[in-house]
């Protein structure tokens, strides 16, 4: 395995590959500028060939590296856009048939279908919910939910007058229903979980004490924190605020505990139910659900709880697209690639074949305002009415910017900005 | 009430002339819509509503009184819950097995209502008729229609109209035997700035099911309604005061932003002042509403190729009030509708003061509410903190309605001139003035034309006599028909068609054929085949001797063949099943089943032929008796008697008793029938061969007695 990975490292380039599903497309693009520069011989002896499940590149010295696509199958034949970037390699365009249907469908917003089975898993008797980085549980002993039921879409009471074609008390009656889930219910959504404070360990969990004195009001979220580690956990919005530094359950009646902060036990043992939501998976779903609510691609998300007014905008392309790399990308960030698992390597000849790994992720362009940086287009978008304001806890904002910023680095070089300034960014679904 | 006429009870429900509508729902009530029509044996229902004032059971429509499994057909005319929020608890929890349709936009807006709506049900009450998974499960049974396009269901012809209203809302027009009833469900036929007028049918419909809602209440003319709202606004804003409107999320609330969007354009001094929609609202609804563009009247297909006329160009959106700089003169649209609290409540609070502001309700108002309260003109209103407050700010209520008025339901009802028009989906009093109208109207013209309100559960009869037709098909309308012609063929009635053909013609034109049933019969049977063949001889005459799989058998009355299975103690009887043969057949039948098991049967054994020359000689002497001295001759061997009748001869073997006749068949058959009654008759008494000849001719009416015991055998 050492000697693959050494002659892995020797000369090999990275490979990204970006398919557009609905369209039948891959961008396919090969980093290959070094490895002709190391060779010191002229590049044009490279040969690449596409292949319906793969790619191979033969370099000079009979060295052959080939990377098999997964689940899509190329067109070897449609090949065109073929294009040499400077400093960077080869790009080239390719129609796609995809094999696997399953991956196509986008992912449908609230959808109950998506978390049914963990559903189950709550209703089930001696499940424990925990802290996902330092596991102190969170939920009272013996805490067993009589109703584990999903929640409505975020903006079902704007929409409760629709659903008659006359006013009645009823749908007025429903429209002032509480969403607060009592204490032996959990009320779940495709992000969070709903829990009453009754059902939890009040002194495992905290609120954020926000660094700058902003007023607390009505109606604001807060930050809920795990009280042991300080990790966040969630949120809550803020009922009663007549008292200062109160404790947590004088200030709300319920938490939202979101689902890539928590980890579900049974019997002690910790279950994967949730494994698979990450922070990214979080903000992929986030702001792909106020997509598709609001009907908008513009989004301006600015800190809740922050006096300084950054802000960052994020424009949604696409959100049925997929990426596969190499390692080779990704080894530069050793703590990516670790969370991103480990590659494939299988001994073939000559040459060695990878699997690239492949990741669904929503597309976006965005831009950080600072101060006085970037207002002009700000200003353009506030005055625009298809564009949306989000507004996420600061921290949230932050680290969704690293986030970002972060995987822009996986781009090659040449994709990574647009015209008006934007870089070109993307979240993983999964 | 309808024609009152007795019903005769033994018609089957497919051939009477009774049309059953009877409302399980919406009977002299608003909600839970559900119209069940019953006739010619097929049953369909409109809507399946549940009743939102209600809950649990009572919010469904009277079910108990139908069986959901004998409904052929469900049709949905549009979203809002009263019209199918009972739907997927009909396909989930009932045995209803017949098909559901709705429109493709109804679809997909039903599933994310209703999704809504039954969480939050779940949450927030203890009785929920079903859950998500029920709603999800119930998707794959909705079929989809599209406007104007016929669909066929169990010979129930039914297709749709544009209705208004809200996106996706049909009428349904359904013609079941060639009536036709027109259901509008909820329908407006003013045409908006969104929503198409709903259509006029351009086929006659024998029945009308209309909704009532307004009554004989008459809205105010769009044009004058609208001019009448902007021109408010404008004064408000006019003399520097501040305008809200409190809205309901999607109801009118397009419709609203649409019109000030355009009055903006259209009036450039006022782009100074900024035009606020507090709230996200809609948004989602507007993103289905783009994709159902072709439910959307022309101005919107039109405007939509040039740019999206949801996106309006001076209207912002408005988060909530601390967003809001409330530095002078705007326009506010904000929820709620009802002004129960919110930002509408809020503005209100803060404006209300001032007599240069002004609230503008566009809808419906609910009693109790604020909304309700301010158009009485009060002095003060109290806030939400319980402080009186002074109202100064003007207060207008301009009527935005999705529901027809009284003069569209009449000019509705005047175009279409339908026989029965059956009032539903109306609060009984406004519905008992429709009617009155209605019934005003026609009162003096020589139109008759039938009004109905009946009350949920209870059935308005109509006739329709139905003349049949049939037409003739195939080769018996080769020739052109003549006066007193007769034709003959068979009646194949499918559906409500009827058609006569020829039985060879079946398989041409029907999916219909033309098989011959062999019967086929077995029978416990130990005696000899001999005996048999006697008493069989003794019944038909016409005893032919063959073989069938290598195995001995008898052809009796020249159809019915009996074949001897010695070995396994029986024989079987094999006929080509029709009225004649089954007789024939239950005649041997009886006879084999009297040698059989009859023991005085067997003792009559037949007499062996018998040698000698006396017996010869008494056949021919009995013979002689028959036919005349002259017709008998004995040949010269001695061993065959001629019969020779009308120069036709036939020949009798003195020793086997055969007899041969190719010439003539009734002369063989007298001759056979000589010789075995003259065998048979222990004293070969030629009296009694000729009176047992005359018992033999009577036998046929005695077997021809039914019903048969044969066993089916289907060949």
């Known amino acids: 395995m050492a000697e693959v990975g050494q002659e892995g490292t020797s000369d090999d380039f990275s490979v990204f590959v970006e398919v557009k599903e609905k369209i039948h497309a891959a961008h396919i693009v090969l980093g290959l500028q070094d490895v002709a520069e190391k060779c010191k011989e002229d590049a044009s002896k490279i040969t ?9 590149v033969n370099l000079v010295k009979d060295k052959k590296r080939q990377f098999k696509v997964p689940n899509i199958s190329l067109v070897p034949n449609s090949c065109h856009s073929l294009q040499w970037i400077p400093g960077e390699g080869l790009h080239m365009r390719v129609q796609t048939r995809s094999d696997d249907t399953n991956h196509s469908q986008p992912i449908e917003h609230n959808d109950v279908k998506n978390y049914r089975h963990e559903i189950e898993y709550l209703e089930s008797e001696n499940c424990q919910l925990s802290c996902r980085v330092c596991n102190t549980t969170l939920l009272r002993p013996n805490c067993q939910f009589e109703r584990v039921l999903p929640l409505p879409s975020e903006n079902w009471q704007e929409l409760v007058d629709d659903w008659c074609c006359h006013h009645n008390d009823t749908t007025e009656k429903m429209k002032k229903a509480s969403m607060v889930p009592r204490a032996t219910d959990c009320f779940i959504s495709d ?24 007023e607390l009001k009505e109606g604001m979220n807060m930050v809920i924190i795990c009280q042991v580690c300080r990790c966040p956990l969630g949120e809550a919005k803020l009922t009663d605020v007549k008292k200062r530094h109160q404790h947590i359950q004088e200030l709300t009646e319920s938490v939202k505990f979101y689902k890539h902060c928590i980890n579900l036990n049974k019997n002690s043992l910790p279950l994967d139910v949730f494994k698979s939501y990450t922070l990214e998976s979080y903000f992929a779903r986030y702001i792909t659900t106020q997509s598709s609510v609001n009907t ?15 802000s960052i905008l ?31 390597y299988e001994r073939n000849g000559t040459g060695v074949k990878k699997s690239l790994q492949t990741y669904s992720i929503i597309k976006l362009f965005y831009q950080a305002v600072w101060d006085e940086a970037n207002r002009s287009v700000l200003d353009q978008w506030k005055k625009d009415n298809t564009v949306h304001r989000l507004y996420l806890p600061s921290y949230l904002c932050h680290q969704l910017l690293l986030l970002l910023i972060n995987n822009t680095q996986h781009l090659p070089k040449s994709m990574r900005n647009t015209e008006n300034n934007f870089q070109v960014g993307f979240l993983k679904i999964k | 009430m309808a024609t009152k006429r007795k019903v005769d009870s033994q018609v089957p429900a497919e051939e009477s002339d009774r049309l059953i509508i009877r409302p399980l729902g919406a009977g002299q009530e608003v909600g839970r819509s559900c119209i069940m029509l019953e006739f010619k044996g097929k049953k369909i229902m409109l809507d399946c509503g549940i009743h939102p004032g209600l809950s649990g059971m009572d919010a469904l429509p009277y079910f108990d009184l139908i069986e959901p499994d004998e409904i052929d057909l469900l049709l949905i005319s549009h979203f809002h819950l009263d019209h199918c929020g009972a739907l997927p608890w009909f396909l989930q ?48 049974r909705i079929e989809t229609i599209d406007f104007h396009v016929e669909t066929e269901v169990l010979g129930v012809k039914f297709w ?13 027009m359904i013609e079941i035997a060639g009536v036709k009833l027109l259901y509008t469900g909820d329908f407006s036929r003013q045409e908006d700035r969104h929503l198409m007028a709903a259509e006029l049918p351009s086929v006659r419909p024998d029945v009308l099911i209309i909704e009532s809602t307004y009554g004989t209440h008459i809205h105010e003319k769009r044009e004058e309604r609208e001019a009448r709202f902007t021109g408010t606004v404008h004064d408000i804003v006019n003399r520097g005061g501040r305008c809200l409107i409190p809205v309901f999320a999607l109801g009118r609330a397009q419709e609203l932003l649409l019109i000030l969007d355009e009055y903006w354009a259209n009036h450039p001094e006022l782009h100074d002042i900024p035009i606020y929609y507090a709230s996200s609202l809609a948004k989602k609804c507007m993103s289905v509403y783009q994709t159902y563009i072709n439910a959307m009247n022309d101005k919107i297909k039109r405007q939509i190729t040039i740019s999206n006329p949801f996106v309006f160009k001076h209207i912002s959106n408005l988060r909530g009030m601390d967003h809001f700089d409330d530095i002078g003169p705007s326009v506010v649209m904000a929820s709620p509708g009802m002004m129960q609290s919110g930002l509408s409540r809020e503005l209100f609070e803060s404006w209300c003061t001032d007599r240069r502001n002004g609230v503008i309700i566009a809808g419906y108002c609910v009693e109790g509410t604020l909304a309700k309260h301010i158009l009485s003109q009060p002095e003060e209103v109290t806030t939400m ?19 027809a008025d009284y003069q569209q339901i009449s000019d509705f009802i005047r175009k279409l001139i339908p026989p029965h028009v059956i009032l539903v989906h109306g609060e009984q009093n406004e519905m008992g003035r429709l009617k009155a109208a209605v019934v005003r109207d026609y009162e003096d013209s020589d139109i008759d034309l039938q009004v109905h309100n009946p009350k949920n559960t209870q059935a308005v009869e109509l006739y329709f006599r139905g003349e049949k037709m049939a037409k003739v098909m195939g080769s018996l309308a080769s020739k052109k028909p003549e006066h007193g012609h007769k034709v003959s063929g068979i009646l194949v009635k499918r559906n409500f068609n009827y058609h006569i ?22 029978i416990a049977y130990n005696a000899p085949l001999s005996l048999l063949t006697y008493y069989l001889t003794q019944l038909s005459g016409d005893i032919e001797h063959t073989e069938v799989h290598d195995k001995p058998a008898l052809r009796v009355f020249k159809h019915v063949i009996v074949i001897h299975e010695a070995a396994l103690g029986m024989v079987t009887m094999e006929w080509v099943a029709n009225a004649v043969n089954d007789m024939y057949a239950d005649a041997v039948l009886s006879v084999i089943l009297k040698v059989g098991s009859d023991p005085q049967a067997q003792k009559v054994k037949p007499a062996q032929p018998i040698n000698d020359v006396l017996y010869a000689e008494r056949l021919t002497k009995l013979l002689k008796d028959m036919f005349g001295e002259q017709s008998i001759r004995r040949n010269v061997l001695g061993n065959e008697i001629m019969v020779t009748v009308d120069n036709k001869t036939a020949r009798v073997h003195v020793n086997t008793l055969d007899v041969k006749c190719e010439e003539d068949e009734s002369l063989f058959q007298m001759v056979s029938s000589a010789v075995l009654g003259y065998t048979s008759s222990p004293y070969s008494l030629v009296s009694s061969a000729v009176t047992w000849l005359h018992q033999l001719s009577i036998l046929p009416s005695f077997i021809g007695c039914y019903p048969t015991t044969q066993a089916l055998h289907t060949s």
Not at chain 1, 316 to 343: C, F, P, R, W, Y
Not at chain 2, 111 to 132: A, F
Not at chain 2, 396 to 403: E, G, Q
């Open chain 1, 48 to 56: 690449v060939t596409v292949q319906p499940d793969s790619i191979e």
């Open chain 1, 191 to 214: 992000l969070y979980l709903s829990l009453n404070m009754a059902a939890l360990r009040q002194d495992k969990i905290a609120s954020q004490e926000s660094t700058l004195e902003t």
């Open chain 1, 296 to 310: 908008s691609y513009k989004f301006i998300l600015e800190g809740q709880d922050t006096a300084t007014n950054n």
């Open chain 1, 314 to 344: 994020i424009w949604l392309m696409n959100t049925d697209s997929k990426i596969m790399m190499n390692v080779n990308s990704i080894s530069q960030h050793a703590e990516l690639s670790k969370l991103m698992g480990s590659i494939n």
């Open chain 2, 93 to 140: 929890k009932t045995n209803f097995q017949g098909r559901v349709f709705m429109t493709h936009a109804t679809k997909a807006i039903y599933r994310w209502l209703l999704s809504d709506y039954v969480k939050v049900s779940n949450i927030s009450t203890e009785q929920m008729l079903y859950t998500d998974n029920d709603l999800e499960n119930s998707m794959d």
């Open chain 2, 160 to 172: 749709c109209y544009n209705a208004g209203h809200v996106l996706g809302a049909a009428m349904f």
């Open chain 2, 385 to 403: 903190s319980g402080q009186k407050l002074p109202l100064k700010m003007s207060v207008d209520y301009i009527s935005f309605s999705a529901h």
């Open chain 2, 501 to 522: 053909i020829a039985p060879s013609d079946l398989g041409s034109y029907t999916d219909l054929a033309v098989s011959t049933v062999t019967q086929r019969q077995s």
